[in-house]
């Protein structure tokens, strides 16, 4: 049974940092996209940062190119995001989430999601 699990998230001050953690397992993620989603309150979940398990490329949200980097452990099983410069629209609750294949930046696409981790940044 697949399983992410969300760690990093706090509060801090606009221009400060967080890197968030999504440990995985339950199954060999190399065919995998992972990604990085947001939901603030009253809004929709949006899309930030994702990668593929088994590459180099990476995505952004414009909202967050140049700020935001995604990175991976293998040994670890883990997905990280790097958040710097925070905003306080950055503000949410940020979800790791897993699919099988291509990147997407629709939510809808992904099949496994962890419980989220709650980021607030204070102006």
């Known amino acids: 049974q697949v399983q992410l699990v969300e760690s990093g998230g706090g509060l801090v001050q606009a221009g400060g940092s967080l890197r968030l953690s999504c440990a995985a397992s339950?199954?060999?993620?190399?065919?995998?996209?992972m990604a990085w989603f947001r939901q603030a309150p009253g809004k929709e979940r949006e899309f930030v940062a994702a990668?593929?398990?088994?590459?180099?490329?990476?995505y952004f949200a414009d909202s967050v190119k140049g700020r935001f980097t995604i990175a991976r452990d293998n040994a670890k099983n883990t997905v990280y995001l790097q958040m710097n410069s925070l905003k306080p629209e950055d503000t949410a609750i940020y979800y790791c989430?897993?699919?099988?294949?291509?990147?997407?930046?629709?939510?809808?696409?992904?099949?496994?999601w962890g419980q989220g981790t709650q980021v607030t940044v204070s102006s």
């Open positions: 989430a897993a699919k099988d294949g291509f990147v997407y930046t629709d939510d809808q696409a992904y099949k496994y």
């Open positions: 339950g199954r060999t993620f190399s065919s995998y996209a």
């Open positions: 990668m593929y398990w088994s590459g180099s490329s990476t």
